[in-house]
C-alpha cells in the first residue's frame, strides 16, 4: 500500500503500449470534436434526403447525417440531433425540410463528417472463452473517475469471486464477493492519477480472468485538462434537459469518441438493463467490446441488433453490426463467417449509397488485406 501511494506517475505513454489500449493518443487533443451529426432520440417517423433531389429514407436512433443532407420529422414526430460529440442534443423543427448545415451552423467548420466505418479492435483472444470470468470494466485504456464500477464474466456454478486490483506486481487491494457488477469499494483507496492498474477475477471453482492469456490489460485514471474538458461537456449534456434516454445516448457518444471505452459501455449497458430495445444501443456495444478485445460479448451484442434491426428505417445500423461481426471474423480467422457477414454488409451499403463502406469492404475480403 505504501508503494501505492509513492508510485511514481507517468508522464508519456510509449508508443508500443498504445495499439494494446486501442487509443491513439498523441497528447490527446484538447476534445475529440468529430463534425458528426447524429440521431440521438425519435419519436414518430423521421426522413432523411442525402440532398434536396434524392428519394427520402426513414431514419432511427444513431443514424449519421452528413454535410449537405437534410432531415424532415414527420408530423408530431420528435427528433433530437447531437452536432458533435460535445454538444447537447438540439430538436429539429417538426413538418420541415431542414438543412443539417443550417441546423448545425454553431459547431460546423468545414465538413460534416460520420464516425468512420471500420472499427478498431483489441486483442480478441479475450473474452472467447464463457469458462473464465473475463474482466469487462475496466478493462483497458483510460478512465475519467477513481472509483469506476467494476464488472466480469459470470461463471456457472460459481457462487464467490475473489476481486484484485494491481499495481505492477503490487496488490493495491482483495475483496470477496458474490456479485458480478458492483460499484468500486467505497472502504478501498480509489485509483492514483495516471498510475496503470490491473484487475483480475477469480472463482470459487478456481478460474481466473488471467486464464485468458491476453497482454497488456491495464488501465488508469487521467486527470487532465483534455478529460476536464469531456466533464465538461458531459455536464452540458446532462444540463440539457431532454429525455435521459437522448442523455445516455449523447455521453456514450462523447466517452467512446474520446477513448473513454468503459464510461460508454456503461452507459449504453445501463440502457439495455431498462429495456431500451434500439439497434444502435447494441451495436455500439458490439463495436466497444471489439474495440476492447472482448469476442463473446461483441458477437452477442452485434447479432442482437441485427435481430432488432428488422425494420427498413434501421437498414444503418443493420449494416453496421454486419460490417462488425464480418471485421471481427477475419480478425479471429473465420473466413467463412467473415465472408458472409461482408457480403450482407456489402449489400446493405449498397442499399444505403455508402460507396466509402462499400471499398472497405470490398478490400477486406481480400485474404492477404489486414482490416
Known amino acids: 500500500m505504501k508503494k501505492h501511494l509513492f508510485y511514481r506517475s507517468l508522464k508519456f505513454l510509449s508508443k508500443a503500449a498504445l495499439p494494446s489500449i486501442g487509443i491513439l493518443i498523441s497528447g490527446l487533443p484538447a476534445i475529440a470534436n468529430n463534425l458528426f451529426v447524429r440521431v440521438v432520440e425519435v419519436e414518430g417517423r423521421v426522413f432523411i434526403r442525402p440532398h434536396p433531389q434524392a428519394a427520402e429514407r426513414e431514419i432511427s436512433v444513431g443514424d449519421r447525417l452528413v454535410s449537405g443532407s437534410f432531415i424532415r420529422p414527420a408530423p408530431r414526430a420528435r427528433v433530437l440531433v447531437q452536432c458533435s460529440n460535445r454538444t ?178 456503461t452507459k449504453l449497458e445501463g440502457l439495455v438493463t431498462q429495456g431500451y430495445q434500439q439497434p444502435f444501443v447494441y451495436r455500439s456495444l458490439g463495436d466497444l467490446y471489439q474495440r476492447s478485445g472482448l469476442r463473446l460479448l461483441a458477437e452477442e451484442r452485434y447479432q442482437q441488433a441485427i435481430a432488432l434491426a428488422i425494420a427498413p428505417n434501421h437498414v444503418e445500423q443493420r449494416a453496421a453490426a454486419e460490417l462488425g461481426l464480418g471485421l471481427l471474423y477475419k480478425r479471429v480467422g473465420n473466413s467463412e463467417q467473415a465472408s458472409h457477414w461482408f457480403n450482407l454488409a456489402r449489400t446493405s451499403y449498397v442499399e444505403l449509397g455508402e460507396q466509402e463502406a462499400i471499398t472497405i469492404i470490398d478490400s477486406c475480403t481480400s485474404p492477404d488485406k489486414h482490416c
Not at 93 to 109: A, G, H, I, K, M
Not at 142 to 170: A, C, D, F, K
Not at 177 to 188: D, F, K, M, R
Request: aromatic share 8%; with cysteine; proline share 8%.
Open 88 to 265: 447537447p442534443p438540439k430538436l429539429v423543427p417538426v413538418d420541415e425540410l431542414s438543412s443539417v448545415n443550417t441546423l448545425c451552423r454553431d459547431e460546423f467548420r468545414d465538413t460534416i463528417r460520420g464516425d468512420g466505418f471500420l472499427v478498431s479492435a483489441g486483442d480478441l483472444r479475450g473474452g472467447s472463452n464463457a469458462q473464465i470470468p473475463y474482466v469487462i470494466t475496466p478493462r483497458l485504456g483510460l478512465l475519467l473517475t477513481t472509483t469506476p464500477p467494476l464488472r466480469w464474466n459470470p461463471i456457472e456454478n460459481s457462487h464467490q469471486y475473489t476481486v484484485t486490483l494491481m499495481s505492477g506486481q503490487e496488490i493495491i487491494w482483495q475483496i470477496e464477493t458474490a456479485e458480478i457488477v458492483l460499484p468500486y469499494p467505497t472502504n478501498q483507496p480509489p485509483l492514483i492519477p495516471e498510475v496503470w492498474y490491473k484487475l483480475t477475477v477469480t472463482s470459487d471453482s478456481g478460474k481466473s480472468s488471467t486464464d485468458e492469456q491476453t497482454s497488456s490489460l491495464r488501465f488508469r485514471f487521467f486527470p487532465s485538462a483534455e478529460a476536464d474538458a469531456v466533464q465538461q461537456a458531459a455536464q452540458q449534456i446532462i444540463e440539457s434537459g431532454v429525455s435521459e434516454r437522448a442523455i445516455n445516448v449523447s455521453l456514450a457518444n462523447l466517452y467512446s469518441e474520446n477513448g473513454f471505452l468503459a464510461e460508454a459501455i
